[in-house]
């Protein structure tokens, strides 16, 4: 049986790291890291997480500050909002959360956050950093960032030569994971809903992430045995309408199949997720001390 990848207990060590570096910034009486999260409409999954990015943030001793706007909110009123937080000293990290309601040009939105506040990464100025290798000084997608930190638990920092299948082409994670594994000396192929023989070729990958979005797609016999498996995927299968099940959280990994291939594989929940929240954590913190000098 695979190795169970604990994601809950590495972002807890990554949130240690990083209210440690935020009470020696305070010693030094530099200004703590500030994170803004902004949040518009009324998306309940998006409230959860909301909630938790700022409670996180509070949790690491920074300067949290929440904007919670009605589902009407136009976009004007948006870029006046991040035009205030690009323009506040106070602030080193600027999250709108996603998705937007349909009338917000969501990418409008996001190229207007400074690429030095882009706490996310999306921004065009950090996207190019990070597919030139300027990895040094971009910001890296939380969830990309933390599913690589993940890998490196297992598998040590030396990944060269693997043969990497990332299933899923998003903005928001496949690519940029991509990214990352190609910055890594992996083997990197990039697969999605058009790929001709999709278990075959997750059947080649040393590390195999899922980034798709529909559950349990991912069979066991796709995973080559040994493999490392990173579920990014987080679905909620709804209640049945008779009987006493409850509604319950599965991946795009078909966990049990897979985890008797796998030589490791990370849980959902308690494995890619908490990880999302902790680097986005590091993200900040990093913004603060580059701005401290
Ligand atoms: N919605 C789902 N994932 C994310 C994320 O990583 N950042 C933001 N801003 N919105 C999201």
Not at 89 to 100: R, S, W, Y
Not at 115 to 119: A, G, M, S
């Given at each position: 049986?695979?190795?169970?990848?604990?994601?809950?207990?590495?972002?807890?060590?990554?949130?240690?790291?990083?209210?440690?570096?935020?009470?020696?910034?305070?010693?030094?009486g530099k200004a703590k890291p500030g994170l803004a999260v902004v949040?518009?409409?009324?998306?309940?999954?998006?409230?959860?997480?909301?909630?938790?990015?700022?409670?996180?943030?509070?949790?690491?001793?920074?300067?949290?500050?929440?904007?919670?706007?009605?589902?009407?909110?136009?976009?004007?009123?948006?870029?006046?909002?991040?035009?205030?937080?690009?323009?506040?000293?106070?602030?080193?990290?600027?999250?709108?959360?996603?998705?937007?309601?349909?009338?917000?040009d969501a990418g409008k939105i996001i190229q207007a956050i400074a690429?030095?506040?882009?706490?996310d990464g999306f921004h065009f100025i950090n996207v190019g950093k990070?597919?030139?290798?300027?990895?040094?000084?971009?910001?890296?997608?939380?969830?990309?960032?933390?599913?690589?930190?993940?890998?490196?638990?297992?598998?040590?920092?030396?990944?060269?030569?693997?043969?990497?299948?990332?299933?899923?082409?998003?903005?928001?994670?496949?690519?940029?994971?991509?990214?990352?594994?190609?910055?890594?000396?992996?083997?990197?192929?990039?697969?999605?809903?058009?790929?001709?023989?999709?278990?075959?070729?997750?059947?080649?990958?040393?590390?195999?992430?899922?980034?798709?979005?529909?559950?349990?797609?991912?069979?066991?016999?796709?995973?080559?045995?040994?493999?490392?498996?990173?579920?990014?995927?987080?679905?909620?299968?709804?209640?049945?309408?008779?009987?006493?099940?409850?509604?319950?959280?599965?991946?795009?990994?078909?966990?049990?199949?897979?985890?008797?291939?796998?030589?490791?594989?990370?849980?959902?929940?308690?494995?890619?997720?908490?990880?999302?929240?902790?680097?986005?954590?590091?993200?900040?913190?990093?913004?603060?001390?580059?701005?401290?000098?």
């Open positions: 049986m695979a190795e169970v990848i604990d994601g809950k207990s590495v972002a807890e060590d990554v949130v240690r790291s990083v209210k440690a570096l935020t009470a020696e910034l305070v010693v030094k949040i518009v409409g009324e998306d309940p999954a998006s409230q959860v997480y909301v909630a938790s990015k700022s409670r996180t943030a509070k949790e690491c001793g920074f300067h949290s500050l929440q904007h919670t706007l009605p589902a009407e909110t136009s976009e004007a009123a948006l870029l006046k909002l991040i035009a205030e937080l690009n323009a506040d000293p106070a602030i080193n990290g600027i999250l709108v959360q996603l998705p937007l309601p349909a009338h917000v690429p030095q506040k882009d706490v990070l597919g030139t290798g300027e990895l040094d000084t971009a910001f890296v997608p939380c969830t990309p960032a933390g599913s690589m930190l993940l890998i490196e638990r297992v598998r040590g920092k030396d990944l060269s030569g693997l043969n990497a299948v990332v299933v899923g082409r998003s903005n928001i994670v496949g690519k940029p994971m991509a990214s990352l594994l190609l910055a890594a000396n992996c083997t990197v192929t990039i697969a999605h809903s058009r790929t001709k023989d999709l278990p075959e070729l997750a059947r080649t990958a040393d590390i195999l992430v899922a980034a798709v979005g529909r559950p349990e797609m991912i069979r066991g016999d796709w995973v080559k045995p040994g493999a490392t498996v990173i579920d990014v995927g987080i679905n909620r299968i709804p209640a049945p309408e008779k009987g006493e099940g409850k509604s319950r959280l599965v991946g795009d990994v078909a966990y049990a199949e897979a985890a008797k291939a796998a030589g490791a594989i990370t849980p959902v929940p308690g494995g890619v997720g908490p990880m999302t929240i902790a680097m986005l954590m590091a993200n900040t913190l990093a913004s603060a001390y580059l701005a401290a000098g």
